[in-house]
């Protein structure tokens, strides 16, 4: 059965006010928030750590890749052993995990032993977002994937854009080394509150009412999955992930390189260039509850989940790479920071529709599939920024956007031409999507 032979959702959305799942959406933005800070606090941080370790951009840029090595790779064993454990378990044994991996990029003393704890950290992340993403299938109604989506993802954008505010004010305050023991422990207070109050279904948590289980009729009840059924995933989710390495590769070059961006292009401190970096990420915070409630509203308006998902993810890729186009063309302050953040807004517009997408089609392994899903983006953030820090080193920063903006327009061709379909336990029949 295809997404679009679907009934249609309500026209009026299920309620998440007033619900327990209320309180476990809350508390894992809080979660995507801090994972945020903590996979790109590295970047404010970046100009001290080069003084201190004496280290090169292509160094650094070998530095912040090293979180997608293992974060790229495990992405599909991370979402299965969240499903298989239980979101419960899996989150707060991976909260206190990338804690440590944070500690001890603070105590980093060269380039290897940085290295080694940004391999560490993309190691014990690389299974909490597609973990997320199963416990959501399980409490969430389906016409809210989207909404839900937008705005843990804008949670995340909001860790973004307050990383730099915060990172700076504690170099300034303590210094970089202390700024990272800091942000390890809050780590490890949010997996200790994650384990005391979630379960992994709804009905064993003592506060959810039986209203708030039947407006869930659709949502898998048991925390056990039927097998994998990868013939039939893996052709559905592929293109997704093509989509999402293209989306991923100019994330990763806003989360990286807009600090030493703003700093060598306009000659601006730390403290400056963090303020402006942090006005910029904001945009990805709208952007991000943007594109899940219009992706969900294009749904309810022409009842096709294919049709709702692609225009999203049309109007976001094609209009990111528009706004890039002045930052290279003009030499000002103010034309880099409006085109910046409008091409970050309407980036993230692209980023609840993606994940959305492994819950429409395979909500059974939403894990599995959204791991599968953001092994793209996982990929694109071990190149991006190596080939991103070596092209700066090269030639200047004009030629790092311009591979941007085609990869973007790439991303939106395959979005345009992909079909994802879905996939149940009770219908083995289901087709492949086409991309012709």
């Known amino acids: 059965m295809s997404l679009t032979e679907e009934k249609p959702a309500k026209v009026k959305a299920t309620p998440m006010r007033h619900r327990v799942r209320g309180n476990v959406v809350l508390i894992l933005c809080v979660m995507y928030a801090i994972s945020y800070i903590d996979r790109t606090n590295i970047s404010t941080a970046l100009p001290s750590i080069k003084a201190s370790l004496s280290l090169t951009d292509t160094q650094l840029g070998i530095v912040v890749a090293a979180f997608s090595i293992p974060y790229a790779l495990l992405q599909v064993v991370g979402g299965n052993i969240g499903e298989r454990f239980g979101a419960r378990k899996a989150l707060f044994v991976i909260a206190l995990l990338w804690g440590v991996a944070t500690l001890a990029t603070g105590l980093s003393i060269g380039f290897w032993s940085l290295f080694a704890a940004r391999i560490l950290l993309g190691l014990t992340e690389a299974a909490a977002f597609p973990t997320a993403t199963s416990a959501m299938t399980r409490w969430v109604p389906a016409d809210r994937n989207g909404f839900v989506q937008g705005v843990v993802h804008s949670a995340s954008r909001l860790g973004n854009a307050a990383a730099p505010l915060i990172v700076a004010a504690l170099i300034v305050w303590a210094g970089w080394r202390e700024s990272f023991l800091i942000l390890g422990v ?13 379960r992994n279904r709804p009905d064993e948590h003592k506060k959810v009412t039986q209203v708030e289980l039947a407006e869930m009729p659709d949502r898998p009840k048991d925390a056990v999955r039927p097998p994998v059924p990868w013939k039939r995933l893996i052709p559905t989710i592929l293109p997704v992930a093509f989509v999402d390495f293209g989306y991923g590769w100019t ?129 694109a953030g071990i190149f991006s920024p190596i080939v991103f820090g070596a092209l700066v080193d090269a030639t200047g920063w004009q030629w790092p956007f ?17 079909n994802p379909q879905r996939i149940t336990s009770t219908d083995g029949l289901a087709a492949a999507p086409r991309l012709s």
């Open 186 to 198: 809050v780590s490890i207070i949010w997996g200790i509150i994650w384990v005391l109050y979630f």
């Open 251 to 379: 994330l990763w070059v806003f989360l990286t390189w807009l600090p030493s961006f703003l700093g060598d292009s306009y000659g601006l401190q730390l403290t400056t260039f963090a303020a402006f970096t942090s006005l910029v990420l904001l945009g990805g915070v709208v952007g991000d509850t943007a594109g899940g409630m219009i992706s969900d509203a294009f749904f309810r308006r022409t009842r096709d989940m294919r049709t709702a998902r692609r225009n999203t993810l049309m109007i976001g890729l094609i209009g990111s790479g528009v706004c890039l186009v002045p930052v290279f063309l003009f030499h000002s302050l103010p034309v880099a920071i409006v085109s910046l953040t409008l091409s970050f807004f309407f980036l993230e517009l692209c980023n609840a529709t993606l994940w959305a997408i492994p819950m429409d089609a395979a909500p059974e392994w939403a894990g599995t599939a959204s791991g599968m899903m953001n092994t793209g983006f996982g990929i």
């Open 402 to 418: 311009v591979a941007s903006i085609v990869l973007l327009g790439v991303a939106a061709v395959v979005a345009w031409r992909m």
